[in-house]
């Protein structure tokens, strides 16, 4: 084992044993998956069409694992990103643009994660080989490619959920703490990495597809509703006279 592993198992396993919970993908991994995301070929002309900031969208990309935004912005996780929550939960449309991109860019990649993380948790959960493999991919240097699901979103959702249960059932059978830091530790966070990429892409798609949606979200409360439609009679009324 070379230095550098040691000292990451080292530093792992201070970690884990001081309680501090594992955080999915670390910041380094987050922003690197958020860049490639952003820099794919379908999405990178959004971000200039809306005049978005690549820069503050990474940035927030790992941002999201902070205490003032953990609690309420982190969960669901993979399910907000299957049911496109951005559209239909208020808080999305609390944050400015560029956060809330960057957030819902941290969820999509942390579904990759094959253990503990939604959907992975409900197959495989050991909070060991997970911060093992976490330390591990956020040393690497090189990231996998972008591969595009194809069909409707949710066929784009299904692909992923298929291949994403199949890593984590691979991972239970096969990954161990002691075995992370060698050839079946590279599989598994390099698919994990691969797929969680590969669903960013599909919900960046997605989210600028239906950009113009998310303005349904400041649709006034029903008595707010019925006082505006009262006053449009009358000023109709008004009017015909």
Known sequence: MKLSQMTLVVLSLVLLASGVPAFAWGPVSHQKMALNALSHPTIA???????????????????????QYKDEYHNPGWQAIRDRLWLTDPKWASLSENRRIGFLIHLASDSGVPINHSPSGSVFKNT????????????????????????TYTQKMNSFYSQQMALANWCKNNLKWYNVLGSKGKTAGWSGLTYGQNLTQAMLLEYFQTRDQIEMLAVPEPTTIALLSIGAIALWRRRRR
């Open 45 to 67: 002309p959004y971000i200039q069409q809306y005049g978005l900031s690549t820069a503050q969208i990474i940035n927030a990309s790992w941002e999201l694992d902070l205490p």
């Open 128 to 151: 060991t080989v997970e911060g093992l493999l976490e330390a591990r991919v956020e040393t690497w240097g090189d990231f996998p490619s972008i591969t595009p699901y194809t069909g």
